[in-house]
């Protein structure tokens, strides 16, 4: 099942960017850590997706299904920050 970048970002931004939702500075965090996965640019994200990031493009959340899936065999596995992307 595709993830939104809400559900995305409540799973692995305490870990990789460590706040937590609701903590000052969250989505701050959530914009880095999108931009990190998808190659975007913070400033494209936090200007054109939306405060809540529901005008993001249609490929996201398949982007971020694999994300997901890479970074939970990291927590298994641990490899580097940017495997496999190094």
Known sequence: MPLEPQEYCRKWVPIYQ???????????????ELAKVSGVKESTID????SDFSQRPGYLPRMLTLADVINSV?????????????
């Open 18 to 32: 460590g706040k937590k939702p609701g903590e000052r500075g969250y989505r701050a965090a959530c914009v880095r």
């Open 47 to 50: 200007i054109n997706w939306g």
């Open 74 to 86: 990291k927590q298994i596995f641990p490899l580097p920050r940017d495997w496999p992307f190094d």
